[in-house]
């Protein structure tokens, strides 16, 4: 059974960046997209950036230009860069596996992110 593990959520004011740690507890490699998804205060839980086993990543359009998503299978590890962080970006963010050959999603406890001054 896989387990996600994040870290490196908190507050931060507007402006500044973050970046967050999904680690897995065995190896991601080959066998996982990885996800980060994020649920606003009273919103459901929308997408925010995917990461395919290969190494491409995508982040969802409104957020393009200021996160990014990146893995490294050998820390079992994805990260989620967030820049220029506002207010709206407010919200427990969520590390997502979606393992491929069983098409069966884990999930990690998820992370709080504030912004605010």
């Known amino acids: 059974q896989l387990q996600l593990v994040e870290s490196g959520g908190g507050v931060v004011e507007p402006g500044g960046s973050l970046r967050l740690s999904c680690r897995g507890t065995?190896?991601?490699?080959?066998?996982?997209?990885m996800n980060w998804y994020r649920q606003l205060p009273g919103k459901q839980r929308e997408l925010v950036a995917t990461i395919s086993v290969a190494g491409s990543p995508n982040v969802t359009a409104p957020l393009q230009g200021r996160f990014s998503i990146s893995r490294d299978d050998l820390k079992n590890t994805v990260y989620l860069h967030m820049n220029t962080l506002n207010p709206d970006d407010t919200a427990v963010y969520y590390c997502n596996a979606h393992q491929i050959a069983n098409d069966y999603d884990y999930w990690g406890q998820g992370i709080q992110v504030t912004v605010s001054s």
């Open positions: 065995r190896s991601l490699y080959g066998a996982y997209i």
